[in-house]
């Protein structure tokens, strides 16, 4: 078995911070493994063969943070060495420092997110692929840039990025989500075995708080929908989309914008969710068609005029107009006297709030975002009979 010391080389210039290096020896053979620790040399105990702290704070904090580095790649390399050991008994000290330098440079948390990211996208995962790149910055902009490796991650760092977010005003939700996207990433590098397991996120929160609910009233929605908005066309056609998503019975914008003339047919529109991939199908109505008709015909295959051109950028030009739709859809509220901010997502919670104010059975409406999760909510309503949840559609509908 290969072992491994760690070492101090003074600068040939006096006054000058040296290096910190690694000295492997197996089988007589010794290499040097240079690292990018500088210290001063009253800063080295020669004895005991480490990293001491001074008095100054400043430097005190620099000299534990080398130690603590040095201890994590102390123990990435006694884990190569021991792999090796059992796989290749045979190895080199070479060998040992081109496994080391091929780790540090695909297994720091940047590189490793990153070629998740890419598979994610060339998998047709492009939404998850968002929230992963999403992540990514947010952390980045945490370490100011600084990469990090998958093994470093622990329990500090993680509460320091929790507090991160907190002073930024992020709320818990939005926390546990980076916090849920990361988990997941650790996951996947410790199930491959590149790295063990240290639970960094056990002291950080990572579940999902109910928020406070963000629907309004049948007569509100009853005042959006005859407000007269013919002199402005952008309020009026978010005034349409939020109605349409409404009648939808809460469908979200992202499936709305995707969904194909092909989708409607005999009656029926029925589709695949982004998020879930279940399948709905909801019944067709008259007022659909006549807000449909106020526009001319989508020149591409999708059904709305949210993407209307062909050969454009169909991520960017959605999120583009739901932003618009939403920005102009606080204008109205403002209108209508409506308090809480009007957004395509309130038309979803208001379909599943007035369904349940009507008496509707739990069980076909699964109290809408009343729930845990909206994952649960659809798998309610995907395993209903259609004329079921069409019939409590029709009931939300004849109220207008």
């Known amino acids: 078995m290969a072992s491994i010391k760690v070492k101090f080389r003074p600068s040939v210039l006096e006054n000058n911070e040296g ?8 089988e ?9 620790y500088r210290i001063f040399p009253f800063e080295w105990d020669e004895v005991r063969g480490r990293v001491t702290p001074v008095k100054s704070p400043k430097r005190k904090s620099y000299i534990l943070s080398i130690r603590e580095k040095i201890r994590w790649d102390l123990e990435r390399i006694n884990k190569i060495i021991r792999k090796f050991d059992n796989d290749n008994p045979e190895y080199t000290p070479d060998e040992i420092i081109d496994e080391f330098n091929r780790y540090a440079a695909e297994y720091t948390l940047f590189n490793f997110m990153q070629n998740i990211i890419v598979k994610l996208k060339r998998n047709g995962k492009v ?40 002073e930024k005003g992020n709320t818990r939700n939005t926390i546990s989500f980076y916090m ?26 990572t579940g999902i708080e109910k928020t406070a609910k963000r629907a309004i009233s049948l007569q509100i929605i009853k005042k959006i929908k005859d407000l007269d908005l013919k002199l402005n066309s952008s309020l009026d056609y978010a005034r349409d989309m939020f109605m349409l998503s ?16 092909s989708d409607l047919k005999n009656g029926y529109i029925i589709y695949r969710r982004r998020k879930t991939g279940q399948q709905l199908s909801i019944a067709w109505t008259k007022e659909m068609q006549r807000l449909l ?38 204008k109205i509220a403002n209108m209508v006297g409506v308090s809480i901010p009007l957004t395509l997502y309130v038309a979803r919670h208001s379909w599943a709030s007035v369904a349940k104010a009507k008496g509707i059975p739990l069980s076909v409406i699964s109290e809408g975002m009343g729930h845990d999760s909206e994952l649960t909510t659809q798998i309610y309503l995907a395993s209903l009979d259609t004329s079921v949840v069409d019939h409590a559609n029709s009931i939300i509908l004849n109220s207008l």
Do not use: C
Request: hydrophobic share 40%; net charge positive; proline share 2%.
């Open 19 to 26: 290096t910190i290096f690694y000295q492997i020896i197996q």
């Open 28 to 36: 007589r053979k010794v290499r040097q493994l240079l690292t990018e």
């Open 127 to 166: 939404r998850t692929s968002e929230t992963y790149t999403s992540t990514l910055l947010s952390f980045k902009k945490f370490r100011n840039g600084q990469d990090i490796m998958l093994d470093s991650l622990n329990t500090q760092i993680m509460e320091e990025f929790e507090a991160w977010h907190a």
């Open 180 to 205: 849920r996207v990361l988990r997941a990433v650790y996951k996947r590098a410790v199930d491959n075995d590149i790295i063990d397991d240290k639970r960094p996120f056990r002291h950080v929160y």
């Open 246 to 261: 409404f009648m939808l019975r809460g469908m979200s914008f992202i499936d709305m914008a995707f969904l194909k003339k």
């Open 293 to 330: 008709e106020k526009y001319p015909e989508n020149e591409t295959q999708f059904l709305f005029p949210i993407i209307r051109h062909l050969n454009s950028n169909e991520r960017y030009v959605y999120r583009n107009v739901a932003y618009k739709i939403n920005y102009n859809l606080k």
